[in-house]
C-alpha cells in the first residue's frame, strides 16, 4: 500500500490565477488544504469559481472572526482550523495577521510542534523598506526567530533574510511564474481572439507596446504615457494599456491628450487577456513598486522581450538582451532609450502572422517548485524524527 501523503494546510489570501499551478505542484506530493482568507482579492476582481475549479487540492474561504480597527482577527477560528485538519506543516503568506496568530499559539505551546513557513512575495526594494520601519522590523524579527522556513521569490531576497538572521537553509527561493505547457495551451486557444482584435483596433503595419496591470499611482503610468508621447519615432507604435483601477478614467484622458496611438481597451482575464500577449512585441512594465509582476513571467512565456522596472521582483528575471531592459523607473530618458532600443529591432505586426513564439523565460516551471518542496519535505522529516 502506498504512503499517506503528509498533509500541508496552508492559510492564503485569495486566490490569483499566477497561483493555481504552484497549489497544484505541491499537491501532486502532498495532502494540501488551502484556507483562503479573502473571497477574492482587494486590488482586481478575478472569477474565482473558475479558478478554484483548477484547483487539484480541496479549499474553502476562511472567514475572520470578527475585525478590530479594519483589521481582520480569526484567532480561536485558526486554532480550530489546524486542529481539524491536523497537518503536517502549515505554510501562511507574508507576515499576515493569520500568521502572527499561529506564531502565538506556537510560543505558548498549543501546537505540537507543526512547522511553519510563510511565503514572502516581496520585492528586494519592499524587504529593505520594511525592515527600515521600527515596528515592521521588530514584529518581522520576532517572526523570523519562531519561524521554521520561507518561501521567497529571488536569490536577492533569499540573501536579505539571511542578512536579518533566518539560516539560508531554510529559506527556498520560487519564483512567481506559472506553468508554461499550460500556459502554451490557453495561448492557442486565444488565437482567434488575437486575430478579432488585430482587425477590431487596427493593428496591421504597427509596433505594439503591451502594458498590462491595474490604472493607480505605483504602476506608473503617468510616466509611461508622457514617454511614450514624447517619442517622434513613434508613429507606426502603438501603447496598448490593458486593465483597470482608481485611476483609469484619469489615466485614459491623459493618454488620449498626448498621443492617438496609445489604446486603453480596458480589463480582460483568461483567454481574452491572454490574446493581448499574443499581439504584443514589447511589454513593459514601469511601476514604482512592484511585489512581483506575474505578467513579466505571462509575457515571456508568450515570447515578448521585456522592459522591466527594476524595483519589480521580476526583474530578476532578465537576465539577458534578448529577454529584455531593466531600468530606473524614476528615468524617464532612460525609459525612453530601453522603449527605442527593444523596437527598434522590431518589425511592424502585418496583421496576418498571429502564431506562438518561443518562450524567453529563463527557467521551467517544474524547476521553480524544487526548492519549495525540497524544504517541506526536510522540515516534516526533521519534525518526525524528533
Known amino acids: 500500500m502506498a504512503d499517506k501523503k503528509k498533509k500541508i494546510l496552508i492559510f492564503h489570501p485569495a486566490l490569483a490565477p499566477y497561483r493555481v499551478d504552484y497549489f497544484n505542484a505541491l499537491t501532486e506530493k502532498y495532502d494540501v488544504v488551502l484556507a483562503l482568507s479573502k473571497s477574492n482579492a482587494s486590488s482586481q476582481k478575478f472569477d474565482q469559481e473558475k479558478l478554484r475549479g483548477m484547483l487539484l487540492c480541496s479549499s474553502f474561504v476562511f472567514k475572520p472572526l470578527l475585525f478590530w480597527r479594519k483589521r481582520p482577527v480569526y484567532f480561536g ?5 489546524i486542529s481539524k485538519n491536523r497537518p503536517d506543516i502549515i505554510i501562511c503568506s507574508e507576515f499576515s495577521p493569520i500568521l502572527l496568530e499561529v506564531l502565538i499559539f506556537k510560543t505558548i505551546k498549543l501546537l505540537k510542534n507543526i512547522p511553519i513557513i510563510t511565503i514572502i512575495d516581496d520585492s528586494p526594494a519592499m524587504v529593505r523598506c520594511k525592515f527600515n520601519s521600527f515596528i515592521k522590523r521588530n514584529i518581522r524579527g520576532w517572526a523570523l526567530r519562531h519561524l521554521n522556513g520561507l518561501i521567497v521569490l529571488s536569490d536577492e531576497v533569499k540573501k536579505l533574510y539571511a542578512n536579518y538572521g533566518m539560516n539560508t537553509s531554510k529559506i527556498a527561493v520560487s519564483p512567481l511564474i506559472q ?4 500556459f502554451k495551451k490557453q495561448l492557442i486557444a486565444a488565437l ?3 486575430n478579432d482584435y488585430a482587425k477590431q483596433y487596427s493593428l496591421g503595419n504597427k509596433k505594439i507596446l503591451l502594458y498590462v496591470g491595474r490604472f493607480t499611482a505605483v504602476k506608473n503610468q503617468i510616466a509611461l504615457i508622457e514617454a511614450f508621447s514624447e517619442m517622434e519615432s513613434m508613429q507606426n507604435t502603438v501603447l496598448v494599456m490593458i486593465g483597470e483601477g482608481e485611476l483609469y478614467m ?3 484622458e491623459l493618454a488620449r491628450e498626448r498621443s492617438k496611438n496609445i489604446l486603453c481597451p480596458g480589463r480582460f482575464e483568461g483567454v481574452d487577456l491572454l490574446a493581448w500577449y499574443l499581439l504584443g512585441q514589447c511589454f513593459i512594465l ?7 509582476g506575474a505578467v513579466v513571467n505571462e509575457a515571456l512565456i508568450a515570447g515578448i522581450p521585456c522592459i522591466i522596472s527594476e524595483l519589480a521582483g521580476a526583474a530578476s528575471l532578465i537576465s539577458t538582451a534578448e529577454q529584455g531592459r531593466v531600468f530606473d523607473p524614476y528615468d524617464k530618458n532612460a525609459l525612453k532609450e530601453c522603449i527605442k532600443e527593444k523596437l527598434s529591432g522590431i518589425k511592424v ?3 496576418n502572422k498571429i502564431g506562438l513564439r518561443d518562450s524567453l523565460m529563463p527557467m521551467m516551471f517544474k524547476d521553480s517548485v524544487v526548492q519549495s518542496i525540497q524544504l ?8 518526525n524524527s524528533f
Open 77 to 81: 477560528k485558526t486554532l480550530r482550523c
Open 179 to 182: 506553468n508554461e505547457i499550460e
Open 192 to 194: 482567434p481572439i488575437a
Open 250 to 252: 484619469e489615466l485614459t
Open 286 to 292: 514601469p511601476s514604482i513598486s512592484e511585489v512581483f
Open 349 to 351: 505586426f502585418d496583421g
Open 376 to 383: 517541506i519535505s526536510d522540515l516534516i522529516e526533521e519534525n
